[in-house]
C-alpha cells in the first residue's frame, strides 16, 4: 500500500525535522490513488498542524 509506506516516509522526515519535504510526503499520501479516507485525514492534518506550527509569531517577544 503506497500511501502507507508515504505516511511513515512523511513522519520519519517529520521527527528529522525536515519538514518541508515532510509535508510534500503527506500531500502524495493524501493523494495517493490507494488512499484509505483515516491515512487521508492524518495525513491532511499533519500538514495542517505543521503549516500552523512553523507560522507562530509570538509577537510580545518581539516588541519589547
Not at 6 to 14: H, I, Q, V
Not at 22 to 47: F, G, M, Q, T
Amino acid at each position: 500500500m503506497e500511501a502507507v509506506k508515504l505516511l511513515e516516509r512523511a513522519d520519519e522526515l517529520r521527527r528529522e525535522g525536515r519538514f518541508g519535504e515532510a509535508i510534500n510526503a503527506y500531500r502524495a499520501a493524501a493523494a495517493s490513488e490507494d488512499c484509505p479516507e483515516d491515512i487521508k485525514k492524518i495525513s491532511l492534518a499533519s500538514v495542517e498542524l505543521m503549516q500552523e506550527i512553523n507560522g507562530f509569531v509570538n509577537v510580545d517577544l518581539m516588541n519589547p
